[in-house]
C-alpha cells in the first residue's frame, strides 16, 4: 500500500497531533520549490526526529489508528506478548516519556481479560518500591484497555547476557540483581501478591545499574482466577512437588533460577520449546548443582542459588525475607574478598575447558517437515555427539543462514521425502550465497524422487542420497563431509611392513573416494542397492506431508512452493510462549 497523496497525509497527520503546522510548514520548506512526494516528505520528517520509524511506517500505509492512547503519543513497540503490547509513549501536552501496555485487541470482548488487566493496573498503583516498575494510571479508550507505567531505560537481562563476553555476569553484579529483585518480591508479597512470571525478559537493568522487576501480568492473590499459558513453568513445578497453586515459594525457585543462569550463562532447566516437555517433572528434580557445572562460582553464592532451587519446597528458602538475608550474607563475603584468587583460577580453566568442547562438537542443520522424524534426527544426531538445528521449512533455513542466525552450521540436510521438490531447490540455492557455497550438504530422496537427482548441483561436499538409507550410514555421509581427514584415517587400513628382500613395490594410484570421480547414475544406483531403510515405523508417522509422486522431472522450471504451516522448531527462544513481536497487528 503506497502513502496517500500529500493533502491527505497532512489532515491525518494535524488531526492525530503528530505534528504541529509549524513543523509541518518546516519540512515544506525543506523542499524549496522542488515537488517532492509524500514519501519523500515522510522520510524527511523521519531524519529531522519530528516523527519515529513506527509512525512513518504506519502513515505509510494509510492507517488512521494506533498512534494514541488517551493523552499519550505512541513512539514505537517495546514488546509484545500473549496478552497486552507495551508501546514507548510521550504525554502531547506534558512531554512525560511513558510505557503505556495495551490489551490485546483478541480480548477486548473478554469480560474475565478485562477484569484481570485492570486488577493488575489497581495493583501496580498500589505499590511503590524502587526496584517495580511504578504503575500511573489504568484507563480505556472507546476500544482499548491501557495501563500507564514508568519507563525505564535500559535493557533486558537476556538483552544483557547477550552482550556479554563469556555470556555471565560476575558474581558481585549477579548477587546485587537477584538482591534487587528478592527485595521487590518480599515488598510485594507483605502487600499480598505475587509475582508468577520470574524470568530474565521480565528484570530490567536500567542505566543507574539496579534492576527493575516487570511485567506482574500474572500477579496473583486469592481472588485472582485467571490463567494464561505464560504460567506453564510455575504449574509444572507446583504439580511436581504436590503444594497448591501460587505457592508462594515458587517465586524464589525461579528468582533461583535466573540466578543461576546470570552466574553461569545456562539455564538449569533448559531451553525448551515444547510445551509438553516443559511440563515433564524431571526438568526439576535433576538440576545440577551450580559448582558442579561451573566450579568457578563461589561456595558463599552456590549456596543461594542451590538452596532456592531444592526439588523439595520444605527445604527452600520458605519467603524471600530469608533469602534476602542468605543474598547479604553473600554479597557480604564476596566485598571481603572470598576464595578470590581460587575462585578466579578455577573460573578460568573452566571456561577454557567449556569453550575446548565446543569448538570440537560438529553442529548440523536438519531441515524437515514431519514432526516425529524431527525428533528421529534429532535424538539420532545428538547421541552421537552433535549439536542440531532443527527447522520445519526450506525457506526458513535459507533465511536463517543467509541472516547469519545459524553462524557455526557444518552441515545441512534436506529431507526431500517431506519436503517435496523445493528441497532440490533449496539444496541449488545454497550454491548462490557466498556464505553457504562451501557449506556440505545432503539431499534425501525416496524410491519415487530419485528421478529429481539429475536436477540436483552435486559435488564433492554436495551428496544426493537414495532411500532406502539407514541412519547410521546417513551419519556415516555426515561424518564424511564435516570431518573428511578424520574420516580417512578411521577407513586407512594398518600399514604392512615389506618384505626385506625385496623393493617395496609403489602403490598404483589408489581408488579415490571423492564422488566427483564416480558416475553419479552408478554410485546412486549402489546407494540404492546397498543402504538399509531408515529403523521407523512408517504407520506412526500421521503428520507426514509426501510431495505427489506423478509430478513432471523439470525441477528448473518449477515454482517454489509456500513453506509448510509448520513452525519451525528452534533452540534459543525459551520465551516463545509469551514474549515475540507483533507489529502487523491492528492498533485500533
Not at 511504578?134 to 537476556?158: N, P, Q, W
Not at 530469608?322 to 557480604?332: F, I, N, R, Y
Not at 522424524?373 to 536463517?400: M, P
Request: hydrophobic share 40%.
Amino acid at each position: 500500500m503506497s502513502a496517500p497523496a500529500y493533502d491527505d497525509l497532512t489532515q491525518i497527520i494535524l488531526s492525530l497531533d503528530l505534528l504541529d503546522l509549524g513543523k509541518l510548514r518546516d519540512l515544506e520548506n525543506s523542499f524549496g520549490a522542488r515537488i517532492f512526494t509524500s514519501e519523500e516528505f515522510l522520510q524527511e520528517a523521519l531524519r529531522r526526529g519530528y516523527l519515529t520509524k513506527f509512525q512513518v511506517e504506519r502513515l505509510s500505509k494509510g492507517e488512521t489508528t494506533g498512534y494514541s492512547y488517551g493523552p499519550y503519543i505512541v513512539q514505537y513497540l517495546i514488546g509484545a506478548g500473549s496478552f497486552a503490547r507495551v508501546f514507548r509513549c510521550i504525554h502531547k501536552d506534558t512531554g512525560q516519556v511513558v510505557a503505556v501496555k495495551v490489551l490485546r485487541a483478541r480480548f477486548r470482548d473478554d469480560k474475565t481479560a478485562i477484569n484481570e488487566f485492570e486488577r493488575e493496573g489497581e495493583f501496580g498503583a498500589a505499590m511503590h518500591h524502587p526496584n517495580i516498575a511504578a504503575v500511573y494510571e489504568s484507563a480505556k479508550t472507546k476500544y482499548d484497555h491501557y495501563i500507564v507505567m514508568e519507563f525505564v531505560e535500559g535493557r533486558t537481562l537476556r538483552e544483557e547476557l547477550a552482550v556479554q563476553k563469556n555470556g555471565r555476569l560476575e558474581p558481585r553484579r549477579a548477587t546485587r540483581i537477584a538482591r534487587d529483585v528478592c527485595s521487590a518480591l518480599s515488598y510485594a508479597l507483605n502487600q499480598g501478591y505475587q509475582h508468577r512470571d520470574m524470568k530474565l525478559s521480565n528484570i530490567l537493568l536500567a542505566s543507574s545499574g539496579k534492576a527493575v522487576l516487570l511485567d506482574f501480568g500474572l500477579i496473583a492473590d486469592d481472588a485472582s482466577g485467571f490463567k494464561t499459558q505464560r504460567a506453564i513453568e510455575y504449574a509444572a513445578l507446583e504439580r511436581s512437588t504436590h503444594v497448591p497453586r501460587n505457592d508462594k515459594r515458587s517465586d524464589l525457585y525461579f528468582l533461583g533460577a535466573v540466578y543461576y543462569q546470570l552466574l553461569t550463562g545456562i539455564a538449569p532447566l533448559g531451553e525448551i520449546k515444547e510445551r509438553s516437555k516443559r511440563l515433564v517433572a524431571d526438568r526439576f528434580k535433576n538440576v545440577k548443582p551450580i559448582r558442579e557445572v561451573a566450579p568457578y562460582v563461589p561456595r558463599c553464592v552456590a549456596y543461594v542459588v542451590d538452596r532456592a532451587m531444592k526439588f523439595n519446597p520444605e527445604e527452600r528458602f520458605q519467603n524471600p525475607t530469608q533469602m534476602l538475608e542468605a543474598l547479604d550474607g553473600a554479597a557480604s563475603a564476596l566485598d571481603s574478598g572470598v576464595d578470590v584468587e581460587q575462585e578466579e583460577k578455577l573460573m578460568t580453566a573452566a571456561m577454557q575447558d567449556r569453550l575446548e568442547k565446543e569448538k570440537k562438537q560438529t553442529s548440523v542443520m536438519i531441515v524437515e517437515a514431519n514432526s516425529n522424524l524431527q525428533d528421529v534426527f534429532r535424538e539420532f544426531f545428538k547421541k552421537a555427539g552433535y549439536r542440531v538445528l532443527v527447522v520445519s521449512n526450506c525457506d526458513r533455513a535459507l533465511e536463517r543462514l543467509d541472516d547469519g542466525e545459524a553462524f557455526g552450521v557444518d552441515a545441512v540436510l534436506f529431507n526431500a521425502q517431506n519436503l517435496g521438490k523445493v528441497a532440490v531447490v533449496a539444496f541449488n540455492k545454497l550454491l548462490e550465497n557466498r556464505q553457504t557455497k562451501d557449506l556440505p550438504a545432503v539431499l534425501i530422496l525416496d524410491e519415487n524422487q530419485v528421478k529429481w537427482a539429475p536436477a540436483a548441483q552435486r559435488g564433492k561436499k554436495r551428496l544426493a542420497v537414495g532411500m532406502p538409507i539407514s541412519m547410521k550410514r546417513l551419519l556415516m555421509v555426515v561424518e564424511k563431509l564435516t570431518n573428511p581427514e578424520q574420516t580417512e584415517k578411521k577407513e586407512q587400513p594398518a600399514p604392512q611392513p615389506a618384505p626385506a628382500e625385496k623393493k617395496p613395490v609403489q602403490p598404483s594410484a589408489p581408488q579415490e573416494k571423492e564422488l566427483d570421480d564416480l558416475p553419479m547414475d552408478a554410485f546412486d544406483a549402489a546407494l540404492e542397492d546397498a543402504w538399509k531403510r531408515f529403523n521407523v515405523d512408517k504407520e506412526k508417522l500421521s503428520e507426514t506431508a509426501s510431495a505427489p509422486h506423478d509430478e513432471p522431472e523439470e525441477i528448473e522450471q518449477i515454482p517454489t512452493p509456500a513453506p509448510a504451516n509448520v513452525e519451525p522448531v528452534v533452540f534459543d527462544d525459551p520465551d516463545a510462549d509469551s514474549d515475540y513481536l507483533d507489529p502487523d497487528e491492528d492498533h485500533d
